[in-house]
């Protein structure tokens, strides 16, 4: 299946920092959903994004459908020690599967 | 609003045996969905369920792998004989509509097979 490309694959910053990480695709996608994940539990749906262009708010967290369909962005804000953990992108396309990115580990160093 | 229930959390077996694994989704979820999430990498999708039929079956080693959804709602994922391979976290997730709307998981299932 697909994998989406996802960067960059690991992360360490300090509390404080804001964070970036994208996620690209070869192919075109209609929803874009960002998900992080805690050792020893499912992902946990953060945002989701169904427009080319979107930009859409949780809290901390800012998520944008890029306008060419192939590509998303997360950041995150003044980033807090519980921010830690693996974060996930995936894309929805028109063949009705979800595919997932790599991942990006987040540490922060209090 | 209950999330998606998975048990069990854990289970070890040996190589050869059989494993059950069951999902309860959100309440409501048309679409359900089987993911195999090997150490170190992302979801991969097994199978997903629209209602009680079948929408997207090809990444599932049809040889040892079966997945079931009685009524449209509970689903069951059998592994018969497991591999060592097989070794990962089984992820049900749903979703409210195939074509829309946040997809939800549950905690997973550990499964370890010696």
């Known amino acids: 299946g697909q994998q989406l490309n996802q960067s960059p694959q690991s992360m360490f910053i300090q509390e404080g920092e804001d964070v970036s990480m994208n996620c690209t695709s070869s192919s075109i996608f209609n929803t874009w959903l960002w998900y992080k994940q805690d050792p020893g539990e499912g992902p946990v749906l953060l945002i989701a994004l169904y427009k080319a262009g979107e930009l859409t708010s949780n809290g901390r967290l800012t998520a944008q459908f890029g306008i060419t369909r192939k590509d998303s962005f997360l950041n995150i804000s003044a980033s807090i020690p519980s921010d830690v953990g693996i974060y996930f992108c995936?894309?929805?396309?028109?063949?009705?599967?979800?595919?997932f990115g790599t991942g990006t580990s987040l540490t922060v160093i209090p | 609003e209950a999330g998606v229930a998975q048990s069990p959390r854990y289970k070890i077996i040996e190589k050869r045996q059989s494993v059950a694994f069951w999902c309860n989704p959100i309440?409501?979820?048309?679409?359900l969905y089987w993911y195999q999430q090997i150490l170190g990498q992302g979801p991969k999708l097994l199978i997903q369920f629209q209602n009680n039929g079948v929408v997207d079956d090809s990444q599932l080693p049809k040889d040892r792998f079966s997945a079931e959804r009685l009524k449209g709602v509970d689903s069951t994922l059998k592994i018969q004989p497991a591999k060592l391979e097989d070794s990962a976290v089984y992820l049900c997730?749903?979703?409210?509509?195939?074509?829309?709307?946040?997809?939800?998981f549950g905690a997973g299932t550990r499964l370890s097979v010696l």
């Open positions: 995936a894309g929805h396309n028109t063949g009705n599967q979800f595919y």
């Open positions: 997730a749903s979703s409210p509509h195939r074509l829309a709307g946040g997809m939800y």
């Open positions: 309440s409501g979820h048309a679409t």
